[in-house]
């Protein structure tokens, strides 16, 4: 009976594949909820427990609120090697090669949003897909957040930049992230309004842990980089960004999987510092929760 069960799950899930493979557009694949392929999830630590890899976090550790904050802004700002946005040298294009490449195909990347499989080839500049091409997408835009000039540090930040189709990445424009009303034509798992941009389910953890780490690395000690804030609205927040609320929902509905693990380790190896919203999910709550009011 167990036999059988299997087949015909393993059957299911290829005739869906089957199906994921190509849309009408053979550049756009269909949405992820035709596959039935499961998420990865990183088994948590027990409850209670830091998830400290080779001692990184010593300095957070029994600590709490804007303590704890503190801390992890001194840990993740220390050691950080700069990347030029473009450059004929290693620089943000490369980085993201390694840190969002598909592990199906080390050919391709992953674009965050459409969730699509990519040449890292067919990019911005380089690529023939028109609107197709990915580009680069700075999930705290970086318009909102006052640091529009390629010279400051959150402009070049490996951990909040991410490819994406360059048509996708328009109509995000710079949206704070929020429950939104429309889907987006092309990737119709992301939705939009007047105001704010919803991210596919896949990867609205990977936006709320992004922001944390913002928010957290970003306290107006950089130069060109304000403080970065997280607040409960999406307008007239200056270079603060909401809503800090649907994000604390979004990193319990969508937990770290290997993919933004292993990400995060490759981040390290490239610029020096570790996203600890990754590493340590419950740490958003710790320090976040007193601003969704």
Aim: hydrophobic residues 30%; proline residues 6%.
């Amino acid at each position: 009976m167990k036999k059988t069960l299997l087949a015909i799950l393993t059957l299911s899930c290829f005739g869906a594949n089957a199906a994921y493979i190509q849309a009408d557009d053979p550049h756009v694949v269909a949405p992820f909820s035709v596959t039935c392929k499961a998420k990865d999830v990183v088994p948590p630590v027990n409850p209670g427990d830091i998830n400290n890899p080779d001692g990184y976090y010593d300095l957070a550790l029994n600590k709490t609120g804007d303590e704890l904050k503190s801390a992890l802004n001194t840990i993740i700002s220390t050691g950080i090697i700069k990347l030029p946005y473009s450059s004929s040298s290693f620089d943000v294009w490369d980085a993201l090669d390694i840190t969002d490449e598909d592990p199906a195909n080390t050919n391709n990347v992953i674009l965050i949003y459409t969730g699509r499989s990519q040449a890292k080839g067919q990019k911005t500049g380089q690529g023939n897909l028109g609107k197709d091409n990915w580009n680069r997408e700075h999930s705290y835009p970086k318009s909102n957040g006052g640091f529009n000039d390629r010279g400051a540090y959150g402009y070049t930040d490996i951990h909040h930049l991410r490819p994406s189709d360059e048509t996708v990445n328009s109509t995000r424009g710079n949206l704070e992230y929020d429950y939104s009303d429309n889907p987006v034509t092309e990737a119709p798992e992301n939705r939009y309004d007047s105001n704010s941009f919803e991210p596919r389910d896949a990867v609205k953890g990977d936006a709320a842990r992004m922001m944390f780490y913002m928010a957290t690395r970003y306290e107006g000690k950089d130069s060109k980089t304000p403080d970065l804030e997280l607040v409960a609205t999406v307008s007239n927040n200056g270079t603060a960004l909401g809503n800090v609320c649907s994000l604390l929902e979004w990193n319990k509905r969508d937990p770290v999987d290997d993919f933004e693990s292993n990400r995060n380790t490759k981040i390290q190896n490239i610029q020096g510092n570790r996203n600890p919203f990754v590493d340590n999910p419950q740490w958003a709550d710790e320090i976040f929760a007193k601003d969704c009011k």
